[in-house]
């Protein structure tokens, strides 16, 4: 065996398995399996498939959507189109749970355990960038990887906070269409993909484990709107962690009932008689059958376990309020089951098309999926110790003027919706939540009205929503029907998705899409706003291809020296440019255009944006590219 499994994890496997246990042994001795899902928002599967060049081939992925196995030796990590956000890497079998969650544009959506983020960025591309995604994680550190997987997969849509879901549940009570538990877990199925979780497994009880899942799925049972559906998954094998936890769900909220998942692919049902032996709720125990459970000698992935339950309309024993007295009202269209081909795929009606034409009419596709590590089970049996939560120390000036660094959260003031202060950075002040002094960045924080309102801020302090709205109208082409609320923590700028709830005494660590931040002379664009562009959508481009040599040196953070003539300019852009002889910008009927440019350019690997460069009349494009997001 390549690995040595704990001996008190073979003996149960082998006591719940009996005679399929010698080829789930067996199974540790194969090819691990690697995935990637290509992001649909950029550009189809099969245009993904004549673009990149995989020397071992690409096989499909059943049960996902633009998903595809690849060969062990091939290193998508470290293409430029994975710098682009053209595809995330995941483990196949982590792909289910987000499948089957069956997101459709306009919905609102919770991912409560998100970090690192990969089923995020499965979840916004479903969402086509309308409605809204709200993905979360309770561990600090992790939110950093979470909020820059979210920005390199370029979603508008999103927003990212860093809080225990007992805390969210008040915030949220019966507002979310789609909720995604993927639950922190003792690792069982990530044993072979990283050797690591076998020590965590031996120091984290499944015990321990089981209680944590059991205070989460109570609170997002609260945060999910009657109809909507909850999804919830591990990537672990014990029956105290998967079976268990929905028949004790079941039990404690009448509401919920289990949509049974059509067995396809080699996956198999879930085991009511387990639960039964490890301790279940035994009054609808029986419904766990219809949950689903994906092993590695009988699928081509690690393992993974997953449960799709509906929500009736009838009050959780767990929350403290009635589910949904927050939600909108009218028009709750109950969501169908689940279809065999991605376990629900069923038609839908009504309440999500209705507010996405209200909140988000006319939204062309967006986002993107990247990350080198993207699936989050490594976390598994680490869970036990985010329960302790320590206290931000971050200078709050400091976050606040480096709009790159990753994981500076802010926090939700106590000022209230109405008086326009929406949040501030975390750590200028020890309290939790609310209270005490303001902090600078809280006395500039500014709420806008939108792209056409905003306030103005006093004498001799700069109005980051201003600043924003002229370096839109100057560098960028449309941006003022972008949707969203211009939303300010003090210097730093994000558009809102429309509708939400205040967050006031939340620690938020991205308020929807980040787009820079107001400098003192002029606005500074983010990485994450240069991922959420289309390339038209700039007023102005470098176009190089991705195997040339300036690619690379882009990304290492190098200065490049261009002819200026491979620049474009977008037919819509405001004139930017002075006249000079031999300098030629292409773009539609501007192929006879002599000029210099200058500002910005959204520099782009075959048409993809890959970050932000400054030009000057030289053709010298000064790098903008972040520390953090360079090529080492």
């Known amino acids: 065996m390549s690995i040595t499994l704990p001996e008190s994890f073979k003996d149960k496997m082998k006591d719940l398995l009996l005679e399929e246990f010698d080829a789930f042994i067996d199974s540790y001795e194969r090819p691990r399996k690697y995935g990637l899902r290509v992001n649909g928002l950029k550009l189809s599967a099969e245009a993904f498939e004549k673009l ?18 690849y060969a062990e030796g091939e290193r998508p990590g470290k293409h430029p189109y994975y710098h682009a956000g053209l595809y995330y890497i995941q483990e196949p079998s982590a792909m289910v749970p987000a499948e089957l969650l069956d997101v459709r544009p306009g919905d609102r959506v919770l991912d409560l355990c998100a970090a690192p983020g990969g089923k995020s960025t499965q979840l916004a591309a479903k969402l086509q960038g309308r409605g809204v995604l709200v993905t979360n994680d309770n561990a600090r550190e992790r939110t950093k990887v979470l909020a820059k997987n979210i920005e390199l997969a370029g979603i508008r849509n999103a927003v ?3 809080e225990e879901p007992a805390v969210l549940a008040p915030v949220f009570a019966g507002w979310f269409d789609r ?27 499944v015990e321990r484990c089981s209680l944590m899942q059991r205070d989460i799925l109570k609170h997002a049972a609260h945060m999910l709107a009657p109809g909507g559906t909850l999804v919830y998954s591990t990537c672990t094998f014990s029956p105290e962690e998967n079976e268990v936890q929905i028949a ?37 125990v029986e419904s766990v059958a219809g949950t689903v459970r994906l092993w590695p000698h009988l699928t081509e992935g690690e393992g993974h376990y997953a449960a799709v339950l509906r929500k009736r309309g009838l009050k959780c024993e767990a929350g403290e309020t009635e589910p949904g007295q927050k939600a909108e009202q009218g028009g709750k269209a109950e969501h169908g089951a689940i279809a065999a081909e991605h376990g629900g795929m069923a038609e839908r009606r009504g ?32 869970a036990a110790e985010r329960r302790g939560m320590a206290e931000p120390g971050v200078n709050a000036e400091r976050e606040a003027r480096a709009p790159e660094r990753r994981g500076n959260s802010e926090r939700g003031g106590k000022s209230g919706r109405g008086a326009g202060d929406r949040g501030r950075a975390i750590g200028s002040e020890p309290e939790r939540r609310g209270g005490g002094k303001r902090s600078r960045d809280e006395q500039l924080h500014k709420r806008a009205g939108g792209p056409g309102g905003g306030r103005g801020s006093g004498a001799g302090v ?23 609320e211009i939303i300010a923590y003090g210097s730093r700028v994000y558009l809102q998705p429309p509708g939400m709830p205040s967050f006031d005494g939340l620690r938020v660590v991205r308020a929807g899409w980040y787009v820079g931040e107001a400098g003192e002379h002029r606005f500074e664009p983010s990485q994450a706003l240069a991922m959420g ?29 261009i002819d200026t003539s491979r620049l474009e300019q977008s037919a819509d852009a405001p004139d930017r440019t002075s006249l000079q002889e031999g300098s030629t910008l292409k773009g539609a009927e501007l192929s006879n255009k002599r000029v210099v440019p200058k500002g910005y350019v959204l520099v782009c690997a075959d048409q993809y944006p890959i970050g932000w460069g400054k030009i000057g009349g030289d053709g010298l494009v000064k790098n903008g590219l972040p520390a953090g997001w360079r090529r080492m």
């Open 52 to 69: 990149a060049a995989f020397e071992g081939g690409l096989v499909p992925v059943p049960w996902a959507e633009n998903a595809f196995y």
């Open 462 to 484: 700069v109005d980051a929503a201003e600043s924003w709205r002229r370096f839109a109208a100057d560098q960028l082409v449309g941006a003022e029907l972008w949707p969203g």
């Open 160 to 162: 990212v906070l860093n």
């Open 351 to 382: 309440k999500a098309e209705r507010r996405d034409k209200a909140e988000h009419g006319g939204i062309a596709e967006r986002g993107a999926i990247a990350a080198e590590h993207g699936d989050k089970a490594e976390r598994g049996a680490m």
């Open 533 to 561: 562009l289309r390339r038209e959508e700039a007023a102005l481009t470098l176009q190089l291809s991705a195997d040339e040599e300036a690619v690379q040196r882009y990304l290492k953070g190098e200065t490049l020296i």
């Open 248 to 284: 004790g769900l079941l039990g404690a909220c009448p509401e919920l009932e289990v949509v049974p998942i059509p067995l396809a692919y080699g996956w198999a049902g879930g085991r009511s008689d387990w639960a039964r032996e490890f301790g279940g709720d035994t009054e609808r």
């Open 179 to 205: 909720i995604l538990v993927d639950a922190p877990c003792s690792g069982e199925g990530m044993f072979r993909k990283d050797e690591s979780m076998i020590g965590e497994w031996e120091k984290h009880s």
